[in-house]
Structures are given as structure tokens and as C-alpha cells.
């Protein structure tokens, strides 16, 4: 068997929502969570914050979550409810994501901390994927309820909660995802 190339995993990696047992070993966990601190990063500020939930802890925070939207007074159809949590039920690892928004630092915009903190996601996904698990952002669950960010421990003064990436094995084995041409992004500025 030929081993796959690193650039053939950036190129064939896709999200896979519903995922199941086995998740990543703690070891492999580990790894995948400090792939994102080689995530670049303008100031080393690491904005990046990660919070895991495993386990029964996952039914707690579908639990959480859902109680605090309806609080909000925001819709959730019962259907929408039920497919969240059947969707939960099957996960091993939620990490929750959040970006330390640093008020004191005025010298780096905060819009650099949040692209930071999304490309250290973007890390995560593709070591996941590199590891043979799949791997879901979700800014579902609650994410702009700010009382879900504050039971994870992320104050909505000094933090921005931006969701949830669901590890684990996919239940339907992916299949390739159609992608764009990159031709269709790009120019080339000449400067004449
Ligand atoms: C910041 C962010 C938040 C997302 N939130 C959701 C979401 O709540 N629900 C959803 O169906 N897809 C969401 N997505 C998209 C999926 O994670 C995934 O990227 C998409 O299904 C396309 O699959 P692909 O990554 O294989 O191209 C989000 C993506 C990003 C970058």
C-alpha cells in the first residue's frame, strides 16, 4: 500500500457531520489540539481557547444548550431538538472553540485574533482527517446564545464563543466532495 502524500490530505479532506465511536486516542487528541498552536499567529497571542466535552458530558450540553436557546425566546422546532440530539448521542468528542479577545492589546486588530483562531481550527480538521478520523464545525448548539458560551467558560466580555468541531469516525464512509477550480479565485496582478 502507498502511503498518501501530505498535500493529498489537505486536497481530499471533507466535513463529516455524523460521527461516531471510536474517537481519537488521547495520544491522537493531543496531537490533533497542538497542530492548531502552529497556527499562524500575528503577535503570538495564541487568541485560541478550546474546551473538550466528552462522554456524558455531551448529553449535558445538548441539555444546557437547548435550555438556553429556548430562554433566549429563539425558535427550535421539536424536530430540530430531536435531530441535535440524535446527532449528539453518537459523537465522542465535541471541542469547543473560542476566541480570547484581549481588549488590552490594541495593536492587533481583533479580526486577526478570530482568523488565528479559525486557522488553528483549520488545523485541527486536517490533522483529524490525517489521523482517519472525520471532523465538523458546527456554529450551531447555541453558539450566539451568549449564555451557552458563559457555561463553557467563555464570558461573552473577554471571549468570543465560535462553535463546536465534532471528531470522530464517520458513520457513512465520505465520499470525494466536488471542489471549485481554484482558477476561478485567482488573478494575477501584473502591476502595469
Ligand atoms: C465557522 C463555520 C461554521 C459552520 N457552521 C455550520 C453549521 O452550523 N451547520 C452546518 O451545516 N455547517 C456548518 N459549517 C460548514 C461545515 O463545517 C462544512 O464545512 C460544510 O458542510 C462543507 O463541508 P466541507 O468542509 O467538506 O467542504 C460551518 C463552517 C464554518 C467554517
Redesign the pocket.
Known amino acids: 500500500m502507498s502511503a498518501v502524500a501530505p498535500i493529498d490530505y489537505l486536497l481530499s479532506?471533507?466535513?463529516?457531520?455524523f460521527v461516531q465511536a471510536p474517537g481519537p486516542s488521547e495520544d491522537e487528541l493531543g496531537r490533533i489540539l497542538q497542530s492548531a498552536m502552529s497556527a499562524p499567529d500575528h503577535g503570538q497571542l495564541r487568541p485560541w481557547r478550546f474546551a473538550l466535552i466528552r462522554g456524558d458530558a455531551i448529553g449535558r450540553l445538548a441539555d444546557m444548550a437547548i435550555s438556553a436557546i429556548k430562554s433566549a425566546g429563539l425558535p427550535l422546532a421539536p424536530e430540530k431538538e430531536a435531530n441535535n440530539r440524535r446527532w449528539l448521542a453518537q459523537v465522542p468528542l465535541l471541542i469547543a472553540v473560542a476566541c480570547r479577545l484581549d481588549h488590552a492589546n490594541t495593536k492587533i486588530p481583533e479580526h486577526e485574533r478570530l482568523l488565528a483562531t479559525?486557522a488553528a481550527?483549520t488545523n485541527i480538521?486536517n490533522a483529524a482527517h490525517m489521523l482517519g478520523y472525520a471532523a465538523?464545525?458546527?456554529?450551531?448548539?447555541g453558539?450566539y446564545v451568549d449564555e451557552v458560551g458563559e457555561a463553557l467558560g467563555f464570558d461573552s466580555l473577554d471571549y468570543r464563543f465560535?462553535?463546536y468541531v465534532a471528531i470522530g469516525t464517520p458513520i457513512n464512509a465520505?465520499g470525494t466532495?466536488p471542489?471549485p477550480d481554484y482558477r476561478q479565485f485567482v488573478t494575477e496582478w501584473q502591476g502595469t
Open positions: 479532506r471533507r466535513s463529516a457531520k479559525g481550527v480538521l465538523f464545525w458546527s456554529t450551531g448548539l453558539t465560535m462553535g465520505p466532495q471542489r
